[in-house]
């Protein structure tokens, strides 16, 4: 290699070579795109399950994959495995089934779900209990349920798919972990680990017990009528998040390593952040510092400055909560700035995409960049007169976007925030 | 690219033998006789955890509610890390430090799941009859004890650290990737003090349930991890594990007692088929050199039917002077596994029986992990 490329901090720099994305938008980036851009809402009424007595009857599911009934872990591998093949498919490396490099994944959480149980069940004469499953569970008639319901099978599936090299890594950062995925892809690559990562965020959990979990924390939208209107981050009336599924995908390179090969850089991931909040399990710090402090540690990774910015991709999940705090953070970072910085929310209209919801946004925000178009943050009907924002009102806007921060929080105090700049050439 | 030393400053350790580092050695040193229990979740053996005084690592009654017991277990073995790190009090550090946990997650309420999936073979409108009774028996708090990443979330709202978490899923490979990437992170510069770890609680059916539907535990009485034959499988434990990592001069600069140095730790995914494992292990260990005459090999290896033997094996061929498997311990911990077994070996270093120490773990169903330890 005739020359070697480095961060402002002597490290290798971590180009985007492929993309992929899924949601109840539709599937791919053209698809998404027309979407995002158009103002188009993926959330619907539910039809996947029965929603007589819940109190949410909407989401961004994603039905266009599968007839019948489909288990978590089944429609997560399928949403990762599509994205996975227009990223890798666009980056144009290495062969099919023979991915040259690591793979970091994040993945819903997922438990032996009441279809599998119920039919555990049927063998059971009498009233149930745990030992009477374990019973039937002992005769060894059901032994895909166990590979099933393991938390490394699907990224598991999804390293033998496509052939990436090394241990798969699953992970959970709550609500952040895709952003988590792409942030572990990018340190892999800087130590040198491997010059290339493929990281997914994937997330099909939206079922009858998810929404009741949620709903018994008071998290999620009750506005049901009409569904599409339900998500509306920064409004004075927001009530709550709407679950979404999707999945993103990105094929990271080591910058040396995709020239050498001539591939397309879309992009570079410069810099990352993350911040613990050890204030409460569900609520973030009221005075917003551990947000803050991401936001401001993934800049310093970037060797960026906040005036650098053109764009925050919020988390803004439509939350009471989690909005305001997002608003306020962004002031304290961008000072008088964030009156007029734009700040859109991709959950207006795809919902909140849990686990997947990282690497969706970061997948949108490259599209962002490479389009020179903003997505809106649609039902802006209702601003909050408490936190003055520029939200992308409802309609695109065309803007020159070269730097975007990606902001995902997450239950647990999980706090991670990206900055995603375009490719060099575009300088 | 900088490649820093990476020591081990801080051990956590709790199971059913009791907690604590120097117990724990003591176990290693002279393996007393398992503590199983075979009666409570018969036929299926396991190691029931000694019951921790929580209040010394939980001191509001309010968090140990807000959590199951594998959350319990887990955010109680990092306090003991901590405190062993002398990093317990020291708010600036603990602003920096960053945390791995292997998690499963998702303790049931057994109740709960139980009364319902006996109504709905009763329900007109089986659908109907679930949403209603999950809106009305389900505690809100039940979701939060059951989310993976809330035992680093716990770890940080009871211990004071906001530094940032990562959770890693996935069985037992979950626990070697998290030491794997911890020692990465800070052999490279890119971290400087690291908690890492583990929880499990085996005293639970929803997890002997999905363990047993793929034919993967043990039935009767206790055998050792390496004496199955009769009837090969896992016998789980409840057991705990963390580990403060940190580079041996910052170490050196605070004044922290090293235990040992972590060397080396692999990871590699073998597709499996007879003799893959064997191989996979053996050539992580290959990687290790040679190692000191007296050399300590701990085996975190499940019990399962054939991998098990091959992680055996590896092992044998590896020149290893005593080989130990913490299941005979403390049972398999899935998750877990790994970081208690790397933490054994350090204790063991600690408290002077080697000067070297190896690490296996297959996990039962996928993944293969080793480390390599040694007196710093």
Redesign the interface.
Known sequence: MSTQHRDAKGRPIVAVTGLGIVTSLGQGKQANWDGLTAGRSGIHRITRFPIEGLRTTIAGTVDFLFDGPVSAPELSEKLATLAAEEAIGQSGLGQPGDFPGELFMAVPPVEMEWRQKQELAQAISGDVDYDGLLATAAGHRHKPFHELFLFGAVADHIAERFGTKGSPISLSTACSSGATAIQMGVEAIRRGETAAALCIGTDGSVSAESLVRFSLLSALSTQNDPPEAAAKPFSKNRDGFVMGEGAGALVLEDYDHALARGATILGIVAGCGERGDGFHRTRSSPDGKPAILAMQDALADAGLNPGDVDYVNAHGTSTPENDKMEAMSCAAVFGERMATLPISSNKSMLGHTLTAAGAVEAVISFLTIANGRIPPTINYRNPDPAIPLDVVPNTARDATVRTVLSNSFGFGGQNTCLVLTAGPDAA | ?IQRDVVITGIGLASSLGEGMALHAAALADPPAPHVDTESFAP?PVHPLKPLELDRQIPKKSDQR?MEPWQRLGVYAAGLALDDAGLKEDAQAKSLLQ?IVA????E?D?AV??A???G??GAN????Y???R??SD???TL??A?????L???I??V?????????????E??G??AI??AH??IA?G?ADVMLVGGAYNAER??M?????????LR?GGFAPVFAREDGPGIISGSAAAFLVLEPAEHARARGATIHARLAAVG???S?RRPGSVEQALAGLLAGFGAGDQNRLAISAASGAAGVTAEEEAALKRSGAARLIASGDLVGHALEAAFPIAVALAAAAIAAGQTRDAIVTGA?H???E?AAHLVAA
């Not at chain 2, 409108?125 to 109907?128: E, F, L």
């Not at chain 2, 211990?159 to 069985?171: D, L, V």
């Open positions: 690219m299926y807000q945390v998690a499963g997650g998702g049931r057994h799941d139980s319902i999936l006996t709905m073979r409108d089986a659908g109907a679930l949403n209603e999950l809106m389900l505690r809100p979701f939060l059951q989310l993976s990443n809330l680093a979330g716990n940080g709202i211990h004071g650290i906001t530094g940032a978490s990562r959770t890693f899923m996935g069985e490979q979950a070697v990737d794997r990437t990465a992170r490279a890119q059916r929803d002997l349930l999905l363990l047993e539907a793929g034919g993967y039935k990871a590699t995914r597709r996990g169903w996928r993944g992990g």
